[in-house]
């Protein structure tokens, strides 16, 4: 599409006084953005709401990314422009318009950068938000300038389709010749494609990219640094808190969308996702419809037991699971890490003190397991179980299923080419995070982003002047990462590489004096020993599956604890769903433990007999 910019003609005396207007020229045209003061004195160089791919409007909706044409004039890229749709019900940074018409790119200079070095190096980020919510619109500008262009760092923020917009599954009908499948993942690949190409005129170093993500955003960095046909396009990556909530599926989110297109009146039955013929009727009559009423039925779903909770294997991108793909991984330069208490949400299988509830353990346990898809998942249940009846274990489960032995996987996979790991111990984050704490289930989940995403005078946070400090000092380890390759470099502290012997990480805690404990080793030793070595030998390996629990296209290990936890509490931790659907989760679970398990002793029993048979003499 050829972009017709209509130029708006500024005050010149008015504008000096207030902004200055920096042009840059890129191969589709020139456009021009403003220099913006943030706050303790830093000023960025703004560049926003830069289109690299056309509107993934009418045909074009749930197809890849088709890179954007020329526009004629200048266009202004002073203001954000649309964000792609979204459920704005829970995570928000103020109100900000949303369209299809929203691949673009929000990149962040300085003078430096652009008028004297013109090679800066790159960080292009990677939102989180379980690929359902949030947008690099919703990311301060203000903390954004003073965390990394007091650096001199270019950073690149990526839009990406989400939900229903970014990964429409239908397999195996019609995938490629109707639709693509991870669409949303294409989006973020054709970006990079364009910081190669385009961010020199920005003042970047196209040859010096860091990917950065954060929660299910850390997640995506690790899928397109697995795959050889997009870990060519950035140079070093940053996962924090990278969730591993479901293996690939090659029928990933078939179940939501079914529900989504038969409430919108695509699909009046469930007959109408038996061929490529009948998916074209479909898409066809989708095409038709307005993203808003899309939108607005994706969002009554979300509070429902089927959502989006994994990606498509789709023989393209992703060929394959995460663990068979990680032993043909090229390493890359990594900086990995997590918080000490990510969620904790298997603390209910343990008493106040810290016993455990064997009841529980067992029921959490036999429910990961199977879900893990051992080819023996019987005798890893029984280990899970010994292994996490003791005292003050149970609370660590979730954390070790998702997080710890994700994380760990991560750094040894990518060791050969240099590994940074780090475990975010600070536990006052207190109000510098809209979550506010106490000390003694803090740091969870993203109260450390705090420090990378807010400003202290967000809306929602209380920032003092230790929380300042701690913004900089942290802020500063993924700025060196970033610059140098070391997070340690230029500082009082001293970061050592990554081994996979030693499983060091650097323990980031601050105190008043701001002297941390630094380095430690035993990473999560035991669980990444249990998960990721013992259980894969007890259950000889994963195995491919595809017969999952009924309203299920995936084995959402995510899940298991909004399920469990309803069933022994009846409370809902789950911020998006409704408490019955839990109850309804928690049952189907069961009993599929109960099916998988029974089909296993079945199979066994077959087995000896013919051994048995073959055993015997005549």
């Known amino acids: 599409m050829l972009f017709i910019v209509i130029l708006i003609v ?242 990933a989110n078939k179940e939501v969308i079914k529900i989504i297109m038969n409430k919108i009146g695509c699909a009046k039955s469930i007959n109408v996702f038996a061929n490529t013929q009948r998916i074209f009727k479909m898409l066809r009559c989708a095409r038709s419809k307005s993203w808003q009423k899309i939108r607005d039925v994706q969002v009554s779903t979300n509070t429902t037991l089927e959502d989006f909770y994994s990606l498509a294997m789709d023989g393209e991108l992703i060929t394959d699971t995460f663990y068979n793909r990680r032993k043909f991984q090229t390493p890359k330069p990594a900086l990995v890490g997590n918080v000490a208490k990510e969620t904790r949400h298997t603390k209910i299988a343990q008493d106040e003190n810290g016993n455990p509830i064997e009841e529980r353990v067992r029921d959490f346990c036999s429910k990961y397991t199977t879900l893990m898809g051992y080819r023996k998942t019987i005798p890893v249940d029984k280990a899970c179980v010994e292994y996490y009846l003791r005292k003050y274990m149970p609370q660590e489960m979730t954390d070790d299923v998702l997080y710890y032995r994700y994380s760990a996987s991560i750094a040894n996979a990518n060791e050969p080419a240099g590994v940074y790991l780090y475990i975010f111990s600070y536990n006052l984050v207190g109000q510098a995070s809209k979550y506010n704490n106490a000390p003694e289930v803090s740091p969870g989940h993203a109260e450390d982003y705090t420090y990378i995403s807010k400003t202290p005078n967000s809306s929602n946070v209380i920032f003092t002047e230790k929380d300042r400090k701690i913004q900089w000092v942290y802020t500063g380890f993924f700025a060196n990462f970033i610059r140098y390759g070391d997070p340690s470099k230029s500082t009082p502290y001293t970061w050592t590489k990554y081994s996979s012997s030693r499983m060091n990480y650097f323990d980031i805690y601050f105190d008043d004096n701001f002297t941390m404990p630094q380095m430690r080793e035993d990473f999560h030793r035991s669980a990444h020993e249990f998960w990721n070595n013992y259980t894969l030998q007890l259950g000889e390996s994963f195995e491919t599956r595809s017969d999952y629990p009924p309203r299920m296209d995936c084995f959402p290990l995510e899940a298991v604890p909004y399920g469990v936890v309803a069933h022994y509490t009846n409370s809902n931790i789950a911020f998006d769903k409704l408490l019955p659907s839990l109850h309804d989760f928690y049952q189907i679970l069961t009993d599929y433990v109960d099916y998988r398990r029974n089909l296993e002793l079945r199979q066994d029993t077959i087995k000896t007999r013919i051994i048995d048979f073959k055993s015997s003499s005549f």
Not at 44 to 71: C, D, H, M, Q, Y
Not at 188 to 193: G, H, N, S, T, V
């Open 10 to 251: 500024f005050d010149q005396f008015y504008l000096s006084l207030q902004e200055e207007i920096f042009r840059v020229t890129t191969s589709k045209g020139v456009l021009f953005g403003k220099e913006i003061d943030a706050y303790d004195g830093i000023r960025g160089i703004t560049f926003l709401g830069v289109p690299f791919a056309e509107p993934p409007v009418g045909n074009l909706r749930f197809r890849k990314p088709v890179p954007s044409g020329n526009w004629e004039g200048e266009l202004n890229a002073t203001t954000y422009r649309d964000a792609c749709p979204s459920d704005t019900s829970y995570f928000t940074n103020g109100p900000f318009t949303m369209s299809e018409d929203c691949l673009h790119v929000n990149v962040f200079t300085n003078r430096r950068c652009l008028l004297e070095v013109k090679d800066c190096p790159v960080m292009a980020f990677v939102h989180g938000g379980r690929n359902l919510y949030l947008s690099p619109t919703a990311l301060w500008t203000n903390v954004t300038i003073h965390n990394w262009q007091s650096r001199d760092i270019v950073v690149v923020n990526i839009g990406y389709r989400l939900g229903i917009f970014g990964f429409f599954n239908m397999h195996p009908f019609g995938k490629g010749t109707h639709y693509d499948t991870n669409v949303g993942l294409w989006d973020i690949i054709e970006a990079l494609r364009w910081i190669r190409k385009e961010i020199s005129a920005f003042g970047g170093n196209p040859l010096d990219v860091t990917l950065m993500g954060h929660s299910s955003g850390g997640n995506l960095v690790d899928v397109l640094s697995l795959s050889p046909m997009s870990s060519p396009l950035f140079d070093k990556q940053i996962l924090m808190s990278p969730p591993l909530v479901a293996e690939p599926s090659k029928f």
